[in-house]
């Protein structure tokens, strides 16, 4: 048993819009349902590869950090958050579930806060066996305390909402929003909800955390200092086949340290400096549509392509 409650559709639309112990989102309407079979061609069907739309993504940017605002990892805000997003998750074809963990109090880049409960939410395709190799990709969700987090990590996780309607279920790809990423304190008090998640990960082969990925104008592509390159080496790789502009290095300030603490094979995209970091400017203008698209082409074509 993995220790975690599964949400199905059905779950999620008969919650509407109570809040319980594992929030995993308020109702939507279903996706229609085909009532007619069309008639057959001798022609084979042609599949049609939805793109990334960085304008979808921008909208998500300034619904988490325009009208929702900072996102606690603790806070009620944050759990808003979830539930907005999970029915969109489920709506592109996914399983949704939540991952629980504790989050100690401490200091949240200045303003003190008390310990309390946050979650990851968790999307699996259909059939999913955590035992079979597969992808994870994930963002942080929580903000600290003072920022909206347009950029950090509104950013991160409007690609991964993205990359959800666009990949729509099919491969065997994880899709992550964690909780409990920012800091509270020195040290190792940071990434709750990833080192949470790796506890039970599975056969994970790559791991990816979007974390700041809306400003500049080249895509950072990290993996831990002294660790693996497979994985930021095959995003620089498929980056230069499509002609994305790219920073290479090594960085350990994500969820991606969790995966590769625990062996395995992980990289961080994004982290440009910018001055609205962890304040209360961090807003949606910050975020750059371009730079979205770029981290939203490299994505789709390195999910597709493995």
């Not at 309390?116 to 066996?129: I, K, L």
């Not at 909800?193 to 994970?204: I, N």
């Amino acid at each position: 048993m993995r220790g975690v409650l599964t949400v199905s559709l059905a779950t999620v639309l008969a919650m509407g819009t109570a809040c319980t112990d594992e929030p995993a989102g308020r109702s939507g309407p279903p996706p229609p349902v085909q009532t007619t079979r069309p008639a057959p061609t001798s022609a084979a069907p042609t599949l049609t590869l939805r793109e990334f739309d960085a304008d979808r993504a921008m909208a998500t940017v300034r619904v988490l950090a325009g009208r929702l605002g900072p996102r606690l990892a603790t806070a009620p805000a944050y759990a808003a958050a979830a539930d907005l997003l999970a029915p969109r998750l489920v709506r592109a074809g996914y399983e949704v579930r939540t991952q629980r963990f504790p989050v100690p109090a401490g200091d949240s880049w200045g303003v003190p806060v008390d310990a309390g409960t946050s979650f990851n939410v968790v999307a699996e395709p259909p059939g999913f066996d955590a035992g079979a190799p597969h992808v994870v990709v994930g963002a942080h969700l929580d903000t600290v305390a003072v920022a909206p987090g347009a950029e950090d990590n509104a950013s991160g996780v409007a690609v991964v909402l993205e990359l959800a309607r666009v990949l729509a279920g099919e491969p065997p790809v994880v899709l992550v929003l964690f909780g409990g990423e920012e800091p509270r304190g020195p040290g190792d008090l940071h990434h709750f909800g990833s080192k949470r998640y790796v506890e039970d990960a599975g056969d994970v082969v790559a791991m990816v955390a979007l974390d700041r990925v809306g400003v500049g104008d080249r895509v950072p592509l990290g993996s831990i200092t002294g660790g693996p390159t497979d994985v930021r080496d095959e995003l620089a790789g498929v980056a230069r086949r499509l002609d994305i502009p790219t920073t290479v290095g090594t960085n350990d300030a994500s969820d991606h340290e969790s995966f590769a603490d625990a062996g395995l094979p992980a990289a961080r995209v994004g982290s440009t400096p910018y001055a609205a970091y962890h304040s209360a400017a961090d807003v949606p203008s910050v975020v750059d549509r371009d730079q979205l698209a770029r981290v939203g082409r490299l994505l789709t074509a390195w999910l597709r392509g493995r």
